[in-house]
């Protein structure tokens, strides 16, 4: 995935420089640079590696495990097994018996003699003790513990899978709703600067017509209003240009004042069917869109795995409650020794055995925790179902929008022939005298109206069309 990203980076950079002339970005090189810019993706990247080594750690558990142990210690006083006065006793042992028995008296030193080194070798000197362990545990049978948790990290990874799938889903519908905003602020921008150059030479004319005493100053007032309107209307259209700009900036991960000129235009009258390669969905039938979404939705494959996630924290709680094997191994060393009286020597033996522990009474801790798991899966499905409820009204939402975008489109258009007609007819009709300058104003704010609302019903369908394929789970996210 690091690589995907990696690439995704530099075709992007790639793309920037073939457009850097004309700074002009196609909208499958801003959702590529989107894609690899967004920290949310990158973060959303950085969960599923955790997730995937999480769950290799969880394999780990069936092998077995071997440490190491290590300590030393040093102790103000040694331990003594005889007592001072046993001490002195066999120290002078030969002394004692032969005052008791004079036979005894020429062994009395070689009789002491032995008694101290019986001394001398109960001598323990643990004041410097050092101990070291080498373990190895192997679980036999833990409860289904093991396995369950191996299970758990298993989905865990692949719902991190789902939510990186989503999470760029969101970031490629972001980025096609500000493009397209943007391409419909330029199109409105273009429209402005064409009303203002309609009203500005309505101006000039009128202007003439004061002079030939044909119209009033009133009259020229009043176009004198509509061109400052004009102005004020392509002012507030670059500004909204240039938050647009900087919007899709953000979300990209480009400078703020990185220049970006759209190569897509809404300022030719084309059919429903160009807007988009894909088939026009409004025509496919609810339930049947509504059962994509159950399939492809990543949300809903996120839930049914952390419904099976929760169905093995079920398994986990009575795991915890059931007959434990192990089998246990290893070597113990000790200086001082014990092996040969006490000995300054590090000496040790090794060992082997099994290990078995049986919960007796737990007064009814596992029921309790068993019941618990089962309520929170038990809501946890009670969840998913809401959220397939909710799913299959927004499904049927986004189609009902996507069919009145499409009507609205249509009507949309209509309305600018007419309002292109009626813009005709009353310019002819001024030079001609029989219609008034107000009429001329009429139409021509009525042609700006109709072809706002053209360009904005082109924006409603590409978007319309944009959060149905959101809602059934089908954004294509091969960048």
């Not at 980025?175 to 921008?189: C, G, P, Q, R, T």
Request: one cysteine or more; charged letters at 25%; proline letters at 2%.
């Amino acid at each position: 995935m690091k690589k995907k990203v990696l690439i995704l980076g530099l075709m992007s950079l790639a793309l920037a420089n073939a457009h850097a002339v004309g700074n002009y970005w196609p909208l499958d090189s801003l959702r590529a640079r989107a894609v690899s810019n967004n920290k949310s993706l990158l973060m959303a990247e950085q969960k599923k590696v955790a997730a995937s080594y999480t769950h290799k750690s969880a394999k780990t558990n069936y092998l077995p495990k071997v440490s190491a142990t290590g300590a030393y210690m040093y102790t103000s006083r040694e331990m003594s097994l005889l007592s001072d006065e046993q001490k002195h006793t066999l120290s002078n042992i030969g002394t004692g018996l032969s005052a008791m028995v004079p036979d005894l008296a020429p062994m009395s030193s070689q009789l002491n003699s032995a008694g101290q080194g019986l001394v001398d070798a109960l001598h323990t000197d643990t004041r410097n003790a050092g101990i070291v362990a080498v373990t190895l545990t192997q679980p036999i049978y833990m409860g289904g513990k093991i396995r369950a948790y191996n299970k758990i990290t298993e989905y865990a990874e692949q719902a991190s899978g789902t939510i990186y799938d989503k999470t760029l889903q969101d970031i490629i519908v972001d980025v096609d709703e500000a493009y397209w905003n943007l391409v419909a602020l330029h199109s409105k921008k273009k429209l402005a600067e064409g009303y203002k150059t309609l009203v500005e030479k309505l101006e000039s004319d009128v202007e003439q017509l004061v002079k030939e005493g044909m119209a009033t100053k009133a009259d020229l007032l009043s176009v004198k209003v509509k061109v400052n309107e004009a102005g004020v209307t392509l002012i507030q259209v670059n500004n909204g240009i240039e938050l647009s700009r900087m919007n899709l900036c953000r979300i990209c991960g480009l400078d703020m004042d990185e220049p970006i000129d759209v190569e897509d235009n809404m300022d030719n009258k084309t059919s429903i069917a160009d807007f988009d390669d894909n088939v026009d969905m409004s025509n496919q039938s609810a339930d049947y869109m509504v059962q994509q979404a159950e399939g492809n939705r990543k949300e809903l494959q996120a839930l049914e795995l952390q419904n099976k996630i929760y169905d093995e924290k079920i398994k986990l709680a009575r795991a915890e409650y059931l007959p434990k094997v192990a089998l246990m191994g290893g070597y113990l060393a000790s200086n001082p020794s014990v092996f040969n009286s006490f000995e300054r020597k590090m000496k040790g033996l090794w060992n082997v055995g099994i290990t078995l522990n049986v919960p007796i009474l737990t007064w009814g801790d596992r029921s309790y925790k068993v019941k618990a798991a089962k309520a929170e899966a038990c809501m946890h499905r009670y969840e998913t179902e809401e959220v397939k409820e909710k799913i299959e009204l927004q499904v049927n939402q986004c189609r009902q929008k996507l069919q009145e975008s499409q009507e609205r489109y249509q009507t949309t258009l209509r309305s600018v022939d007419e309002a292109e007609e009626n813009l005709r007819y009353a310019n002819h009709g001024m030079k001609e005298g029989v219609i008034t300058l107000s009429n001329v104003m009429e139409a021509q704010t009525a042609w700006l109206k109709a072809k706002s609302e053209w360009v904005n019903a082109q924006v409603d369908v590409r978007l319309a069309n944009l959060y149905l394929k959101k809602a059934i789970g089908t954004i294509n996210t091969h960048i």
